[in-house]
């Protein structure tokens, strides 16, 4: 006679709850509030290839982050000998304008370029900007549809982080995919850039991902 299977104790019952509930928690991308802030001296080298209207380049590029003016006010500058400057926001490090290696300014950006924060999977975005050309002293209306696709790892040569993976397109026809750490202050980890050939500038692509990251007194 077959006997019958003793029903299981209540504290096991309990446990294989609690960890179903926790195995799905942990399975939930975060929220991300804001980007972190790298020290002043932070050194972020990508390998950069690109062609077309977004430059012909295959190499390493070396950002630098310091301390800038824009409008007489105090910003957040990161500099490269081969690509120029990009000023950000204090607190935000939403972007203000870019300048040429010579320090001379291209575009500026009212209001500032930034993420949609908080950042969520899911979410999606759209930005209005005026762009001024400062070599023309033209400004152009620029619009930005966007959504943030995913989170997780994303692997470079650089190391793994967790980043979100965001995709936007503006009225030029630009389209850009960028993977941004925002725990460990890094936009992007990875970028690629295309531009149709109806693009004001013409066609181009662009690929760009971190080799080497360092930070004062690490």
């Known amino acids: 006679m077959m006997r019958p299977t003793p029903a299981r104790p209540l504290w096991f019952t309990l ?7 926790s195995a799905g928690c942990a399975s939930v991308p975060p929220v991300a509030e804001k980007m972190a802030e790298s020290p ?3 050194v972020h080298t990508f390998h950069r290839k690109s062609s077309g209207s977004l430059g012909a380049f295959d190499g390493p590029v070396v950002w630098t982050q310091g301390p800038g003016t824009w409008q007489g006010q105090p910003v957040l500058a990161i500099g490269s000998p081969q690509a120029g400057v990009t000023l950000h926001q204090p607190g935000t490090l939403a972007i203000l304008a870019n300048l040429n290696p010579q320090g001379q300014p291209v575009m500026s950006y009212d209001p500032p370029l930034d993420f949609p924060w908080p950042l969520e999977v899911g979410k999606t975005w759209t930005a209005n900007h005026t762009v001024t050309l ?7 209306a620029m619009t930005i549809q966007g959504k943030v696709e995913s989170w997780g790892e994303v692997t470079v040569p650089a190391g793994t982080y967790r980043a979100y993976k ?3 397109t503006n009225n030029l026809g630009e389209t850009e995919t960028r993977w941004v750490a925002p725990a460990d202050g890094i936009s992007p980890v990875k970028r690629h850039v295309e531009r149709p050939a109806s693009h004001p500038q013409g066609a181009g692509v662009l690929d760009a991902e ?3 990251r360092e930070v004062p007194g690490r």
């Not at 446990?15 to 509930?21: D, E, P, S």
């Not at 400062?134 to 152009?140: I, M």
């Open 166 to 168: 965001l995709v936007w």
């Open 40 to 42: 002043m001296g932070t």
């Open 15 to 21: 446990c294989a709850a609690a960890l179903l509930v």
């Open 134 to 140: 400062h070599p023309s002293g033209r400004t152009v």
């Open 210 to 212: 971190l080799i080497k």
